[in-house]
């Protein structure tokens, strides 16, 4: 493997947002207390981790359509990644320079959670506290698959 990366560990959640955003923190919220990190975003440094894992599970906050209320679960690749942002990397982009830079991508899923509040400050929605149950029974599933 390329730069010294260790071979590949288990997996690992890592939450994704501002817990100072309102519904923006449910990323620390939920991957805090499972052992996984936060991080308010994506940036390159965090590839060479990614390199040493079986498996990674991207957790955010998601400005869901009308109408939809449920978290999903979807399973993301280094191909679906677009051109990089300055400022913000997508989890399939953040793969993508794993890939490139160590050889290797760990398999990977997103868990979005529909989000409604991004003021200042702790307090999250309604809406994103009814998703919080089911949101956390995926998180348990994936775990239990990967972790």
Avoid: C, K
Avoid at 36 to 42: D, I, K, N, P
């Amino acid at each position: 493997m390329a730069h010294g990366a260790a071979p590949p560990s288990n997996g690992l959640v890592i939450g994704i947002g501002n817990p100072l955003r309102g519904d923006d923190g449910v990323g620390a919220l939920l991957a805090e207390p499972v052992g996984g990190r936060s991080v308010q975003q994506l940036t390159p440094e965090l590839a060479e981790e990614l390199a040493r894992l079986e498996a990674v599970l991207f957790v955010d906050a998601w400005l869901a359509p009308a109408g939809v209320a449920e978290p999903q679960l979807t399973p993301i690749s280094p191909t679906q990644a677009g051109a990089p942002e300055t400022h913000r990397l997508e989890p399939a982009q953040l793969l993508a320079i794993s890939q490139v830079l160590y050889g290797r991508a760990p398999r990977a899923h997103l868990l979005q959670v529909p989000a409604r509040a991004f003021a200042h400050g702790r307090a999250l929605s309604a809406e994103l506290q009814a998703a919080l149950p089911a949101a956390r029974a995926l998180l348990r599933g994936w775990l239990q698959r990967h972790a």
